[in-house]
Nanobody, 123 residues
C-alpha cells in the first residue's frame, strides 16, 4: 500500500500560480505512474496530468496543456504540479494518485489516492 499526502493548495487570483506537491510513502518501489486529478463540486473527478516514475514521460488533459507542468523527484518520492495562468474554472479539490500500470486518464487506473488539497481561483 502506498500513502500519498498532497500539499500546496490555496486561494489565488486568476492569472496567478500555485505549486502542488504529493509525497509518497510505503510500498513505492514498484510504482509505475503518478497522476493528478481534480474534482469540482457536483462534478466527476477528472484527469489533469500524469507522469511515469521511470523515464518521466508526461501526459496532460487538453484543458491544462501549456499551463500546468507535472514533474517528479524520484529521490524524494514526490510529484509536483506547477500550475500557471490559473483560471476560475481550475477551482477544485486536487488529488494525487499512484498506479502500477501505464499512465491512465481514468480513476480506475490508479490504486492509491491522497486526501486532496483545495485550489480556489478567484476572478
Amino acid at each position: 500500500q502506498v500513502q500519498l499526502v498532497e500539499s500546496g493548495g490555496g486561494l489565488v487570483q486568476a492569472g496567478g500560480s500555485l505549486k502542488l506537491s504529493c509525497a509518497a510513502s510505503g510500498r513505492t518501489f514498484n510504482s509505475y505512474a503518478m497522476a493528478w486529478f481534480r474534482q469540482a463540486p457536483g462534478q466527476e473527478r477528472e484527469f489533469v496530468a500524469a507522469i511515469r516514475w521511470s523515464g518521466g514521460n508526461t501526459y496532460y488533459a487538453d484543458s491544462v496543456k501549456g499551463r500546468f507542468t507535472i514533474s517528479r523527484d524520484n529521490a524524494k518520492n514526490t510529484v509536483y504540479l506547477q500550475m500557471n495562468s490559473l483560471k476560475p474554472e481550475d477551482t477544485a479539490v486536487y488529488y494525487c494518485a499512484n498506479g502500477y500500470r501505464p499512465p491512465a486518464t481514468k480513476t480506475k487506473g490508479y490504486d492509491s489516492w491522497g486526501q486532496g488539497t483545495q485550489v480556489t481561483v478567484t476572478s
